[in-house]
């Protein structure tokens, strides 16, 4: 079981993973290891006090891998999910396992959809985000931006043209939704 000292069982013998597995175990003979000389085994120290860490307290529904039994011990609870961001994220920790594709794109597409939550949640606010200036828009035209990009041989120049488009795309959509809410509240009145 994770987070306790027992080192869990092998599914296999030694010499069954040997046989299937060219190469497997190069490093269990000590005289192969190049930390042997540091590394002290004690297995009576595990260096904790516990034989299973204390649990942190669930206060919300935390996602969980599908891979993992249960939720770690400590997790972080700074930004818990909200809104559609955070329906996207539970449905891929739900369906998706970490190593399939799908689970981490629509963890990026949350991200996303988070950045335009916040944009839009900023123009409720009596003072809402200022996107030339926190975005770096205005240091680009006074401290020499496109001198900096061009001719010092950057790997990132391929990308440099979608630049405003992922900084501007979600201002443009949020005053888009804004102006088609104002305009169908006018026609009401």
Known sequence: MAYTPDKPELPESVDELRARI?????????KDRPSVPQEVFDPEFGGAHWEFPE????????ERSIEHAMLTPVFGTSAPPRGLSG??????????????AAHWLLL????????????????????????ITQTGVRGELTHHG???????????VAHHPLDPVIVLAPWVIGAGIAYVVARRLTRRS
């Open 22 to 30: 060219p190469g497997w175990g190069a490093d269990l003979d000590p």
């Open 55 to 62: 649990r942190q307290p669930e206060l919300r529904p935390r």
């Open 87 to 100: 329906v996207i994220r539970r449905y891929s920790y739900a369906t998706y396992s970490e190593g399939r």
């Open 108 to 131: 990026l597409a949350a991200d996303r959809v988070d950045v335009l939550e916040s944009a839009l949640r900023s123009f409720l606010t009596t003072r809402p985000d200022n996107p």
């Open 146 to 156: 496109l001198r900096s990009r061009l001719g010092h041989n950057r790997a990132d």
